[in-house]
Structures are given as structure tokens and as C-alpha cells.
């Protein structure tokens, strides 16, 4: 052992160190230098044998490549592998946003009515109880107030079961000429396949000199042709509401059976989509028109309906779970 083969010793571990590409190898050289029976370990326990003279600077000579040797172990650092990147690769393109179903069929339905020349006015969800029933000819004992399953708020609001209150609404607060749409959402204390406690109606309501049920035949045929297709059946059924007279439900002809008779149609053929009518008198009286000189008419549909059939959805519930993967298909 002398001074050059200290160095020699010395220069070869730090080479290795430098060498080595894995934490398993450094281990390795560490205890090849500097383990119990380590070459630098060896030397250090070899000294005492040493002629005295040389013990002093072999030894500062070991302890110094000791300790330059675990410095450079625990200096060592290992380049991790770099991650592959391929720049020609298209981006990662963000998610964009998408209109409800619900929202498209709405907004559909607007745009129609607002070509004919309606204009939209709104209501509250929250709605006295007697702009909801009374003011439209349903009073306290009408056996219509059970039908609607009522959500009551306290013995003056309720959230609303229909859009017709804000036929009220716009009533009192001007006078004929009036044609609007009022789409908004409605509650009833519902729910299976076919009914959801919260759904969207759009109301029209239409007061002039010498409307007739023709004009109101005229409009909603056009409605659903432009909604369903030029060749849709419809059918104008006699039916009633307290609010209109006479009254007439609007089917259209199945569009899931074609009309041969199916589960949605309950093999009728037909499927109801609106209800609509002439507005009584009495709802003019109501609101202060003088019904001598002036008649309406009055509709209201289910924007549910409409999206069922025309995306041939048998489940209303599916619209309101947000399931991204229901939502991204329209
Ligand atoms: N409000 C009625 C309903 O919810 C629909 C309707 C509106 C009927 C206007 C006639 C006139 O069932």
C-alpha cells in the first residue's frame, strides 16, 4: 500500500460511482470501497502495520478518498428516462359544452312561434294559488285541482302545475292585441317513466277581434308540421279544460309504430302532444276583457313529449340524471 495506489484506488471508485446507472450498482460499488471488507475499509484497518513514518499521511490519504467517495454516492443522481413526446400528435382538444335536449327542443319551439309573430313573456315558478287555479275557472272543490297533484307552498303559492297562470299574468297587465309563448318549467308531484315532478311546458295565448278555432287549428298545424315533418298526422280531439271553451286535445299520428299501434302509443295509433282551446269567458272576465269583443285562443305542450318523440326517448327521467354519456348524444 502506498501513496499511488491509494489514488489509483480512489480515482477507480469515483469512476464507477460515475458510472453506474442503477441504485442496485451504486449499492455495489459502495460496499466494494467502503464495506466491512471494502478496499479503502482494508486500508484503513491495514495502517497499524504500516512503518510508523507513513502511517500519518497514508492514513489522510484513505480518509480523504473515504470521504470523497461517499460524497460522490450521495451525490449521485440518475437521469430518469425522458418521457417520450411525439410533437406531431394532434392536441388534446378541451370538451365543449352542449345545449340540453331540453333546451334545443325549447328553443326550437320558440323560434317557431316567435317566426309567427309571438313574443315570449315569463312567469314565476312560485305562483299564487289563485292565478294557478281560480283566475282560470278552477275553483277550490273543481275536481281538475286533484288531477294536477300540487306541490303547495302555503295557503296562498304553490310552484306552478302549468303555464297557464302567466296567461293571467299578461292579461291583466295589457290589453288586446295580445300573442305570446310563456315557456317555462312546471311541477307536479309525479314521477315514473312518463312523469317527472319538474317538466317544461310552452304556453300560447292569442286575443283579438274575431279569432276563431280555425286560426288556432291554422297556427298549431303549422307548429307541427314544421316540428314533426310535413307528412305528421294530426288530430284535433274534443276534450276539456275549465279554461277554455271548447276545448280540444292535438295528437299526432304515432312516429315510433307509424301509426300501427305500439307500447308509447298504447296501440291507438296516436300520441296526445298539446292541449288547447278557445279561452272562456269567464278568464276574460277574470282579467277585465270584455269578451263581447274580443275572443282567443289558448295552448299548452309539453316540451318532454316533443323531445321523446322526436329523439325516440321511452324514458323521461334520463333527461334529468345528467349522465354525460345520455347528454352527449344529441
Ligand atoms: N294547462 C293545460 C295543461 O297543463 C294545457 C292547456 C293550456 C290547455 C292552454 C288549454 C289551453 O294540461
Redesign the pocket.
Known amino acids: 500500500m502506498n501513496m499511488e495506489w491509494i489514488k489509483n484506488i480512489e480515482d477507480e471508485a469515483l469512476k464507477e460511482i460515475e458510472n453506474t446507472k442503477t441504485e442496485q450498482e451504486l449499492l455495489l460499488v459502495k460496499s466494494k470501497y467502503l464495506g466491512d471488507k471494502g478496499k479503502i475499509t482494508l486500508g484503513i484497518k491495514g495502517i497499524k502495520d504500516l512503518d510508523p513514518s507513513l502511517r500519518r499521511d497514508v492514513g489522510y490519504l484513505l480518509n480523504e478518498a473515504k470521504r470523497k467517495i461517499k460524497k460522490a454516492i450521495s451525490e449521485k443522481k440518475f437521469v430518469e428516462e425522458e418521457e417520450f413526446f411525439d410533437e406531431t400528435l394532434p392536441p388534446i382538444m378541451p370538451s365543449f359544452g352542449k345545449l340540453h335536449p331540453i333546451t334545443k327542443i325549447m328553443n326550437e319551439v320558440v323560434s317557431l312561434f316567435v317566426q309567427l309573430g309571438f313574443s315570449i313573456s315569463e312567469g314565476p315558478e312560485i305562483e299564487l294559488i289563485e292565478y294557478n287555479f281560480d283566475a282560470?275557472n278552477i275553483p277550490p272543490s273543481h275536481p281538475a285541482r286533484d288531477m294536477?297533484d300540487t306541490f303547495y307552498v302555503d295557503d296562498k303559492w304553490l310552484l306552478r302545475?302549468?303555464?297557464?297562470p302567466v296567461?293571467i299574468r299578461v292579461m291583466k297587465e295589457k290589453k288586446p292585441p295580445i300573442r305570446i309563448i310563456a315557456p317555462g318549467r312546471?311541477y307536479r308531484r309525479d314521477s315514473d317513466i312518463s312523469h317527472s315532478p319538474m317538466f317544461h311546458?310552452v304556453?300560447?295565448?292569442l286575443v283579438d277581434h274575431n279569432i276563431s278555432f280555425s286560426n288556432l287549428k291554422g297556427i298549431l298545424s303549422f307548429f307541427l308540421q314544421e316540428m314533426f315533418g310535413h307528412d305528421a298526422e294530426i288530430r284535433f280531439r274534443p276534450s276539456y279544460?275549465p279554461?277554455?271553451e271548447p276545448?280540444?286535445?292535438v295528437d299526432i299520428g304515432c312516429i315510433l309504430c307509424s301509426g300501427k299501434g305500439c307500447r308509447t302509443c298504447k296501440n291507438t295509433g296516436w300520441l296526445e302532444i298539446?292541449?288547447?282551446?278557445m279561452?272562456d269567458p269567464e278568464v276574460f272576465k277574470y282579467v277585465g276583457i270584455d269578451s263581447e269583443k274580443y275572443t282567443g285562443?289558448?295552448?299548452?305542450?309539453?316540451i318532454e313529449r316533443i323531445a321523446m318523440l322526436k329523439y325516440g326517448i321511452s324514458d323521461i327521467r334520463l333527461f334529468f340524471e345528467n349522465d354525460w354519456r345520455f347528454l352527449t348524444q344529441f
Do not use: D, K, R
Open positions: 282560470l294536477h302545475t302549468h303555464t297557464s296567461q312546471v311546458q304556453e300560447g295565448l279544460f279554461f277554455t276545448s280540444s286535445e298539446l292541449g288547447a282551446g279561452v285562443f289558448a295552448f299548452g305542450l309539453g
